[in-house]
């Protein structure tokens, strides 16, 4: 049984930073691209990125780009999201993702992944 555990959320000053976890099992976590998403309170889900498999390609939000990093490593099957210059519109719960298919490379639509983390909450404080 598929099982992802979202960690290291947290609050945090504005201008500081935070790294989130993401440990799976149950699934074949080295065959799948990895996704980071996150949804503020009254809205709806947003995109923050996407990392292939290997971890050679990563596509960004537009709202993070520059700020954000998402990294993997395969050999813990975890994935990793390190946030920087936070600030309150980066408050939300973060929740990782993955695909049904392995190889596959989802965009930036929730309805492209199918297995979801519990979520982590982040608050940044100004």
């Known amino acids: 049984q598929a099982q992802m555990v979202e960690t290291g959320g947290g609050l945090v000053q504005a201008g500081g930073s935070l790294r989130l976890s993401c440990a799976v099992s149950?699934?074949?976590?080295?065959?799948?691209?990895m996704g980071w998403f996150r949804q503020a309170s009254g809205k709806g889900r947003e995109f923050v990125g996407v990392?292939?498999?290997?971890?050679?390609?990563?596509t960004y939000g537009d709202s993070v780009k520059g700020r954000f990093t998402i990294s993997r490593d395969n050999a813990k099957s975890t994935l990793y999201l390190q946030m920087n210059s936070l600030n309150s519109e980066d408050t939300a719960v973060y929740y990782c993702?993955?695909?049904?298919?392995?190889?596959?490379?989802?965009?930036?639509?929730?309805?492209?992944?199918?297995?979801w983390g519990q979520g982590t909450r982040v608050t940044v404080s100004s």
């Open positions: 149950g699934l074949d976590f080295s065959s799948r691209a």
């Open positions: 990392i292939s498999l290997g971890g050679a390609s990563i």
């Open positions: 993702a993955a695909p049904m298919s392995i190889w596959s490379m989802p965009g930036n639509s929730e309805s492209e992944y199918y297995y």
